[in-house]
């Protein structure tokens, strides 16, 4: 199964921008990257996903490294609502969350 | 949509009772998802149905986890007997299997405690 690399937990400001980096080396070439998050006491939801190209929504960004090892999670402007457990998952079948990163936004 | 709804939401119980969990997917999905989480080992898979078949129940701990899905609008995971050892969080999730990215919607969990 192809893993992720994620920091356990990050720190932003209310109104600045958070990259959330995912480190995936050994992903396919058929692996669709997901990000999925948790908030506190909730299920996770989803955020985004791609494949090769960068993806825009009206949650977050979603950049893709042209080699495909590596994607960043961007929040445009950290909200107090944003802070949760981000997870990038490979889709491989079905999903293996791992641990995620831990985002705290600071007022 | 009411979404994926799980009964109970929190469930107490002694070592060595049966546990069932509930699950009602969202309609017209077809895949459904077991999970558990923990704080020690995060969110786990332990088995998941397409079109009410298990496909894979690798993450089943032991045989103590049995799963089922009669039809297309419930599945139950049921532990007997149950441990302390079992006490998280459960999750169900569904999805509507078109494309390889199709999402995961997950529902508000079941909290076991076992004591």
């Known amino acids: 199964d192809a893993k992720t690399t994620q920091p356990n937990s990050m720190e932003s400001n209310e109104e600045e921008p958070v990259h959330l980096p995912c480190n995936h080396s050994?992903?396919?070439?058929?692996?669709?990257i997901h990000w999925y998050r948790q908030l506190p006491s909730q299920g996770p939801e989803y955020v985004i996903h791609g494949l090769t190209s960068n993806v825009n929504n009206r949650m977050a960004s979603l950049a893709i490294a042209e080699d495909r090892k590596s994607s960043t999670l961007i929040l445009h402007r950290a909200t107090l609502r944003d802070a949760a457990v981000y997870y990038c998952i490979l889709r491989d079948g079905q999903f293996y969350f791992g641990t995620g990163t831990s985002l705290t936004v600071i007022p | 949509d009411a979404g994926v709804i799980q009964s109970p939401r929190h469930e107490v119980t002694e070592m060595g009772q049966e546990v069932t969990l509930r699950c009602k997917p969202i309609s017209g999905h077809n895949s459904l998802f077991w999970y558990r989480q923990t704080m020690m080992r995060g969110l786990e898979l332990l088995i998941y149905f397409n079109n009410n078949v298990p496909i894979d129940d690798s993450g089943m701990p032991e045989d103590r986890f049995s799963a089922k899905m009669p039809n297309a609008s419930f599945s139950t995971l049921k532990i007997q007997p149950s441990e302390p050892r079992d006490s998280a969080v459960y999750f169900c999730?569904?999805?509507?299997?078109?494309?390889?990215?199709?999402?995961?919607?997950f529902g508000p969990g079941t909290r076991l405690t076992v004591l």
């Open positions: 050994t992903i396919s070439g058929t692996d669709y």
């Open positions: 999730a569904s999805r509507r299997d078109i494309n390889l990215y199709n999402e995961q919607f």
